[in-house]
């Protein structure tokens, strides 16, 4: 039962319910049954509109697992949950709830066409963990599709309810998104890259639809990215009295995947997905137009900004703040074997290879914190670093070396990742002062080599630096009048939280200057 506390918190939640929204579960034997009923009628207790039923399976056969489904005015809404969704799903459950009901935050209208125009029928399975922060944003993007969606069934599976399952799929990665039995992805995604994924897997129906590219306006600023950058930007922008609009795949960016943060001035400690909330909570207090899950496709000259779907919007100033995403080994065996041996998330999938052994990709401070993150789960890390030196901060290289079941290979490029087809079994090194070859045998592999900027939608458009970062003066202003950049995705030095927050005003008081002032004068 769900303690009375945290239904006395669920039922002003629940509130805006006006029809009854219905949790069928199943006759089951598992040990764990009466777990999963008293947490649904403990959601009943917080709202008579939620109704908790038992429902005879179709097949007449007793589920061998907790399970329930979610049904709305008589029908199937095509969401099931087999398991018990607490932890970090426990979010996903009561989102499911309120979306039923039409209630809650949804897409925008061009991302609800997107996914209404998906050929069905879709079914999918996501295999998601309790502990894994990553798997929610994926489970209610799948649930919010089932939704909205005319013929799409979702079925979310608490992989330790599915050893056997997760076995024959080879899965060591979560969340992981099954169709017909094969894994079409493994890991964090944005909703707009998950609609691709879809649209790739399915196809797109497009009778009955008329194409339209749908003007969103014109804005003074358009701010893209909501990472820490973007959000100061817009933030400075709309106080400044501009008309501002934020372009985001997701509000707090890359910073969500960040575990500690413990040099954010003013603040001892917090987590990503904390700050990311507060990000997005600062910036609900002000009148910025926000279009998340959005992904920018273009960018001209004369600040036309195009979104992939075809709307786009028109601004007198674009300041860019995409930050960076993880970067590649781009070898052999390394987009192969994601989600069954190579992955980029300790937090998330660690708990996969609990007692195996695995080496993380790359000496600074992501890698050095992953493997020592890693070392109170797994049986032995090997750390791999392609220079002479670890570059982590000297505090976090002590601790790793304390640590009895860690291992450091220095001056060692890594070759190729090796697999049985399933699973990842090796990984294969040359140790650059002798040139050779080495095989190491393991369980999995965790790259954490750094970041690439977040900029290929502005190749062409402004100059770039070799890596890709955008180059800017010591206004953030880029090489085109207008256009303007801040935090990761430039070549300000030293990637920062703080210092993208402060690069991110900078620009947006530079564009105030440029676009209103010099104007007036």
Aim: glycine content about 10%.
């Amino acid at each position: 039962m769900l303690d009375k506390d945290l239904i006395e918190q669920l039922k002003p939640v629940f509130v805006p319910l006006e029809n009854e929204v219905e949790l069928s579960y199943q006759p089951s034997f598992n040990e764990n049954q009466n777990e999963l009923v008293d947490m649904l009628n403990g959601l009943a207790l917080a709202s008579k509109k939620i109704i908790v039923k038992l429902s005879a399976p179709s097949d007449g056969k007793t589920s061998p697992t907790p399970q329930f489904s979610i049904n709305y005015k008589n029908k199937p809404t095509g969401i099931t949950f087999r398991g018990i969704p607490g932890g970090h799903e426990f979010s996903s459950l009561v989102l499911a709830i309120l979306n039923t009901d039409g209630k809650g935050k949804f897409p925008d209208q061009g991302i609800i066409n997107r996914i209404k125009k998906l050929k069905g029928p879709i079914e999918i399975k996501t295999y998601m963990s309790l502990t894994c922060e990553n798997c929610p944003d994926v489970v209610q993007a799948l649930n919010q599709m089932a939704l909205l969606h005319p013929n799409f069934k979702h079925e979310v599976i608490d992989g330790s309810y599915a050893q056997e399952e997760i076995d024959a799929l080879s899965i060591q990665g979560v969340p992981a998104v099954v169709v017909n039995n094969k894994l079409i992805h493994s890991g964090r995604i944005t909703l707009s890259d998950l609609i691709a994924k879809l649209e790739s897997t399915f196809g797109v129906d497009e009778s009955g639809y008329k194409h339209q590219n749908t003007n969103l306006g014109h804005f003074d600023v358009v701010v893209i990215g909501g990472g820490p950058a973007g959000v100061s930007a817009a933030i400075y922008s709309v106080r400044k009295g501009l008309k501002t609009a934020l372009i985001a795949e997701k509000i707090g960016g890359q910073v969500q995947e960040t575990k500690g943060i413990e040099n954010l001035i003013s603040v001892i400690y917090t987590e990503g997905p904390q700050l990311a909330a507060s990000l997005r909570q600062h910036l609900s207090h002000y009148p910025v137009e926000i279009f998340e899950h959005r992904k920018v496709k273009t960018v001209t000259k004369d600040k036309k900004i195009e979104l992939e779907g075809g709307d786009y919007l028109t601004a007198s100033a674009v300041i860019v703040a995409t930050g960076a995403k993880w970067r590649q080994l781009n070898i052999q065996g390394e987009s192969e074997y994601l989600g069954r041996g190579v992955a980029f998330c300790p937090h998330c999938d660690g708990p996969f290879y609990k007692g195996k052994k695995v080496a993380v990709i790359g000496g600074g401070n992501s890698g050095v914190e992953a493997a020592i993150d890693l070392s109170g789960i797994v049986g032995e890390v090997v750390l791999i670093e392609f220079a002479e030196q670890l570059k982590a901060d000297k505090i976090l290289v002590d601790k790793l070396k304390s640590l009895k079941n860690v291992s450091i290979i220095t001056n060692a490029k890594t070759e190729k990742i090796v697999g049985d087809d399933k699973k990842v079994n090796a990984l294969h090194y040359t140790e650059r002062a002798t040139g050779e070859l080495k095989n190491l045998y393991l369980d999995g592999v965790f790259i954490q080599i750094g970041l690439v900027p977040n900029s290929q939608f502005l190749k062409g458009v402004v100059e770039l630096s070799q890596f890709g970062e955008v180059i800017v003066d010591t206004k953030g202003l880029t090489s085109i009048p207008g256009i303007y950049a801040a935090g990761d995705v430039t070549t300000t030095p030293f990637k920062q939280i703080i210092i993208a927050m402060g690069e991110g005003a900078k620009v947006a008081l530079a564009a105030f200057e440029d676009n209103v002032l010099k104007a007036k004068a």
